[in-house]
């Protein structure tokens, strides 16, 4: 119960993935929804990186890893380029305001 | 009790104590410094995890780079004058009653699975491999995230640009 195992980093992922869920669905200001999303897609992180470690696949957990690193980097500057963009047009980023597309 | 199942614990509650309070305080730039902590939690996680180089990138990438563009998202959209930066939150109970119940079957599932775990020596450094698989196995997907990243670059400079009036 108390050796850390596989079980334990899965855990941990999983109740960081549900807070992430959470901020997603609860905060209304958009960059608070991105914080949650960067929260979820470490949790995946460290789900791929768990099962690199005790799986005995060789290194595929890890890149994987890598790569979702990557697209969270990209993800991040587009979804802020929107959030710009929204701001300029709305004067607010709540997405719970914002629901329709063009003034 | 090890020393490894202690640095463990200890970096649990980094990330999750910070995470909560990312996902529940209301001021927006205090979420994104303990978002700060729950950044180098999780990177403290994959170091245990015998995961050295993803742990440097999570440090450089998340902290240095996605911290302080979600930190500019938060200058550029509210009045600076405005000390008080603070954002409401909407459905808190059926949002805490759904995601309480998410994470009991998810946490659930991933303690009661009989994992086929074969745990192997922990390597002295993953670089030299994780170099090789990214030039043999997964070089395709490599060159694509590049493509990707300046597609990114691009999309994200034309959409953010400001109209010519």
Known sequence: MLQVGLTHFLTLSAILFSLGVYGVVTRKNAVMVLMGIELILNSANINFIAFARFGNFGYSGQIAALFVIILAAAEAAIALAIVLNIYKTFANVNVDEIDHLKD | ?165
């Open chain 2, 1 to 165: 009790m090890n020393y490894y199942d202690i640095m463990f614990y200890i970096f649990a509650a980094i990330t999750l104590v910070s995470a909560w309070f990312v996902v529940t305080t209301r001021n927006v730039i205090y979420s994104a410094f303990f978002l700060l902590f729950t950044f180098f939690g999780v990177a403290g996680i994959y170091v245990l995890l015998a995961a050295d180089f993803i742990a440097v990138v999570q440090i450089m990438v998340y902290v240095g780079g996605i911290l302080i563009l979600l930190l500019f998202g938060v200058m550029l959209t509210n009045t600076i004058t405005n000390v008080d930066i603070r954002t409401g939150a909407s459905n808190l109970l059926p949002a805490s009653i759904a995601t309480g119940i998410l994470m009991g079957a998810v946490v659930s599932v991933m303690w009661y699975t009989e994992w086929k775990i074969q745990p192997t020596a922990a390597p002295n450094t993953t670089i030299k491999e994780l170099g090789r698989l990214l030039l043999t196995d997964y070089v395709l997907v490599f060159e694509l995230l590049g493509l990707l990243l300046l597609v990114a670059l691009i999309g994200a400079a034309s959409i953010a640009r400001r109209e010519k009036e």
